[in-house]
């Protein structure tokens, strides 16, 4: 097995990650949109877990032609290799529910409308549909799961804008008080990492697929109050402070969201089980060990010390000082 990634600056990658995998797994640095370096790693493969993205929408308003290059124009480079060298591939996408924009009704399933509210959520889209296009014609055999707020051990947390659910867990973990934007009764259905993991393989596993998209959500809605108070009680924080949404993610907030997930449940026998509670709990645990290789001292507000290095085509790094 193959692990490819080209440590997009501004990403996740993080080789701490795969160390456990050592041994187990060949290691390519390259980029999944240049077709020439990821052919060894292609070739007559049957099933590629295409994770390979930029998650956050925030980033995505300030750098709209980098997600899009991250995003689809990779992704439709990557599909055209893939079908060259391993035509038919079951290829597991990991796609977002930030493409259903402002939910019209909860929980929300596979046939809610489409209407995405940020450029992350747009070119996502596209590559979803790539996926889709390219199954449609027989050229490869591609599932599309549309992933709600994932969280859990081996997150980025040194770089910024990677969601709430990261604020909040490097916040409990220097004990600092969370913010929460709005009233806080806006809804959330967060997936521990474990349980979408699960899913993958299990779309990855099944022989004969019934859909190519399916919803993946967590086990419960929680309202971001109640998100809040149980990384404070596990973080030993005082109690939240309440704020008005900043402009720039009031602009892409789509309000409340909790997923259907009951056809992943129906046709491939997947359903969340971590709580949030107990989730939480795990991953501060894992953190509390490893902390140095996530988050290096006098870092733990990225926010505060951000720096966007503008380097070729349009990407940035995330400078400490
Ligand atoms: N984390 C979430 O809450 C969430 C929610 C919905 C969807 N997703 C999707 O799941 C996938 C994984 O997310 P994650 O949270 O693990 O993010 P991550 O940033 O930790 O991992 C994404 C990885 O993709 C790599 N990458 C990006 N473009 C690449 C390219 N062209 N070639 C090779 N490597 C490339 C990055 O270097 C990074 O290591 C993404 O596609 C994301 O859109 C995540």
Known sequence: MTVVDSCVQGCGANLFNLAPASGKVEILKADIGEPDCI???LAGVPI??????EISHIHSMLYPERDLE?????????LEACIRLSPGARVVYAGTRQVYGAPQYL????????NPVDFNGVHKYAATMYHLMFSRSGDLDAVVLRLTNVYGPRMALDVPCQGFLSNY???S?????LQVFGDGSQLRDPAYVDDVVEAMLAAGA????QSREYNVGGPEALSLSQI???CTDAGGMEPPEYREFPPDRKQIDIGSYYTDSSRIGRELGWTPKVRFEEGIRMTLNYYRECLPHYLPPGLTEPECKLRHILTQKGSYRLSPT
């Open 39 to 41: 052919a060894p790693a």
């Open 48 to 53: 590629i877990f295409n994770l390979a993205g």
């Open 70 to 78: 991250i995003n689809t124009l990779s992704q439709m480079r990557f």
């Open 107 to 114: 929980p929300v399933d596979e046939l809610h409308p489409v």
């Open 169 to 171: 867990i490097r916040k």
């Open 173 to 177: 973990l220097a004990a600092a008080r």
């Open 206 to 209: 099944a022989q004969r697929l």
């Open 228 to 230: 809040a108070a149980i």
